[in-house]
């Protein structure tokens, strides 16, 4: 089984990606949906964020806005909760990839956006980098409009530049020119896999 990492700081295009490799019927673990799953109602690291971040759980869950806001007001805390979540994640990865290799997969994708900085990754076999300048970031990231320009900025700081993923990753798919420029780059990485 051929195993790609994908990769991509916020707002350079990796949910684009990710869903042409869904619609071309590639199973894909998602980092970021097992975050969400882990922290709502009733999830596996709830009670431990609760814990070491008092005050951000609201319903049951964790309100993201409020640990982003603790977050950004104590960066040390980023360390406390990756301990929390990274684990918990690598476990359901691996469970991930087991079913794809007992269904006889011959294609997988593993989306997970601090791919480089959560150490090696020895079942991947390529990894893939999508990548737009600083400006069309913030600007996609402002249209979203769930991220005040302070959590932008401390958000972009905290993950590594662009310029060491591109160096690191096997393939870099350019997001900036145009949709269709990185989806014909996606759809000839699918078929030369698939051969």
């Known amino acids: 089984m051929k195993v790609i990492g994908l990769t991509g700081g916020i707002g350079m295009g990796k949910s684009t990606a990710a869903k042409q490799f869904r619609r071309a019927h590639i199973p894909m673990f998602d980092a970021d949906a097992e975050v969400h799953r882990l922290q709502a109602r009733g999830g596996a690291a709830v009670a431990a964020i609760d814990a070491a971040f008092p005050g951000t759980i609201r319903d049951g869950a964790v309100d993201r806005s409020l640990l982003r806001a603790k977050l950004i007001a104590e960066p040390a805390g980023w360390r406390v909760l990756e301990q929390i979540i990274h684990p918990l994640v690598r476990a359901a990865r691996r469970a991930f990839l087991a079913r794809c290799r007992r269904q006889g997969v011959r294609i ?21 980098v999508v990548s737009t300048s600083t400006a069309n970031q913030t600007s996609r990231l402002r249209k979203r409009g769930r991220m005040t320009e302070v959590e932008i900025a401390a958000i972009i700081a905290r993950q590594m530049p662009d310029s060491e993923k591109r160096r690191r990753a096997d393939l870099v798919i350019r997001t900036g020119l145009s949709r269709r420029h990185a989806q014909a780059r996606i759809a000839r990485l699918i078929q030369e896999l698939r051969r």
């Open 108 to 128: 997988a994708v593993l989306d997970i956006p601090l791919l480089f900085e959560t150490g090696p990754n020895p079942d991947i076999d390529l990894t893939m």
